[in-house]
């Protein structure tokens, strides 16, 4: 990792050798604009300065002001991108070096444009996005060795997030799996507890029953009205006469009988 962030670097610090200041300043006496060259020159300059002293912020100030007065203007515009880069702000860097390259006249430009494009992406741990910038460098420029690196490391990750990505899917669906069964498990055991409850209800409802048929009266004698009491207690009585009259008969002797009533 120590060695794709040189390269990042070491490409964003090339960008602002001083060539790129004699490069405007050759340019501007050409055009007989001296008074722009001076201003710009003022500018790039203090920018350049601030951006080796690390103050990018600053440096990117000066850097947009030229931009505000030469929009499609090469040098400021690569130097603004790699000051915003340096703060991080990769979605604002990235924007600045699209139109870069865009404008970019040389294939130099263009694939140092798309270099620094493929560093905010990767900065940002977007592989495809970072491979693709890559790519158009190597197109502008085969012989971009740090590209070349670059690319080959973006690679790599892509393979790695993907496997890692493979590995969480994978994971959950095996999670997924086991909490399934566990659920089903508790359903059972629920279902289990169910049955044994309703086992234990029907149960207890027959041992109500029983209990309660046994805690039922048990029949009672019928009450004789009076005048059936009288009609039994004469039927006995003539069968009593029938038998003593019959033993009369038999033995020639009166038995006297036990009542019992």
């Known amino acids: 990792m120590n060695r794709l962030h040189d390269h990042m670097e070491i490409r964003v610090h090339r960008t602002l050798r001083i060539p790129l200041v004699v490069c405007v300043a050759l340019l501007l006496v050409l055009t007989g604009a001296k008074e722009a060259m001076g201003q710009v020159s003022r500018l790039i300059n203090t920018g350049n300065s601030l951006y080796g002293q690390k103050r990018y912020k600053e440096a990117a100030a000066d850097y947009a002001k030229v931009v505000a007065k030469k929009p499609n203007y090469t040098p400021a515009l690569f130097n603004l991108g790699n000051s915003l880069y340096q703060q991080k702000q990769f979605d604002s860097s990235r924007s600045v070096m699209e139109r ?136 006995l009585q003539q069968e009593e006469k029938k038998l003593q009259d019959k033993m009369k008969k038999e033995k020639g002797a009166p038995v006297r009988m036990q009542k019992d009533w």
């Not at 460098?137 to 690679?155: G, I, M, V």
């Open 100 to 235: 870069t390259a865009k404008v970019a006249s040389s294939n130099g430009d263009k694939a140092a444009a798309n270099y620094n494009i493929g560093n905010t992406y990767m900065s940002q741990q977007k592989w495809d996005e970072a491979i693709e910038s890559y790519k158009k460098t190597l197109r502008a420029n085969p012989q971009d060795a740090d590209a070349k690196y670059n690319l080959s490391y973006a690679e790599q990750m892509k393979k790695k997030q993907e496997q890692q990505d493979k590995d969480k899917k994978d994971k959950d669906k095996d999670k997924d799996k086991k909490d399934d069964k566990n659920k089903q498990v508790q359903e059972d055991k629920n279902k289990d507890k169910k049955d044994d409850k309703d086992e234990q209800k029907k149960d207890d409802e027959n041992k109500d029953k029983k209990d309660e048929k046994d805690q039922r009266p048990q029949g009672q004698p019928s009450k004789l009205s009076e005048k059936q009491a009288e009609q039994l207690l004469n039927a």
